[in-house]
């Protein structure tokens, strides 16, 4: 099976190399332990893995209804205007209000909820830790395990939606 990679995923390793470097060099890091560090291999990973799946997922009709809005937006008025005008015609300025009402009502420019912000098996790590740590350590141990970035009130946020409580 071949798969594509969309142009950019090579420049953006790159530059994200660029960047921890750069980061390093300023914080007096040994760059040597950052190159055999795992857990910067995965979030490199993890970037780019992201990028390229919001590339894929991104919906190749709403691109097109982009370039076509974008197109009209252009074209609007039919004819090109003088230089010398400073003001738009009121025909002029309804049209580009109609192109652009209509632009919103589509879907592709409504807000889209986020799923799946936390892997599915942290719900079972959870439950089996739960007991034996604080919820400080709870945080700790649940961003290094998942490569997440959480903090205690979303955890507590989280376990209370799927109703997970420690016992007494």
Do not use: C
Request: proline share 2%; glycine share 4%.
């Amino acid at each position: 099976m071949l798969i594509v990679l969309p142009d950019f995923v090579v420049e953006l390793k790159e530059r994200i190399d660029e960047i921890i470097k750069d980061i390093a060099i300023k914080n007096h890091i040994n760059l040597q332990m950052i190159d055999d560090s795992k857990s910067v291999e995965k979030a490199k990973e993890m970037i780019s893995s992201t990028l390229v799946d919001l590339y894929w997922n991104y919906n190749v009709q709403d691109r097109e209804r982009l370039e076509e809005f974008e197109k009209d937006m252009k074209n609007i008025g039919g004819k090109k205007r003088k230089k010398g005008k400073g003001h738009l015609s009121k025909a002029h300025k309804r049209k580009i209000g109609r192109a652009i009402r209509k632009s919103w009502k589509k879907k592709s420019h409504r807000k889209k909820t986020k799923k799946g912000r936390y892997p599915k098996e942290m719900e079972d790590y959870i439950r089996s830790i739960m007991n034996k740590v604080g919820n400080k350590e709870l945080v700790e141990l649940i961003n290094d395990r998942f490569v997440i970035e959480t903090t205690a009130p979303r955890l507590s946020n989280y376990m209370t939606v799927r109703g997970i409580r420690r016992k007494r």
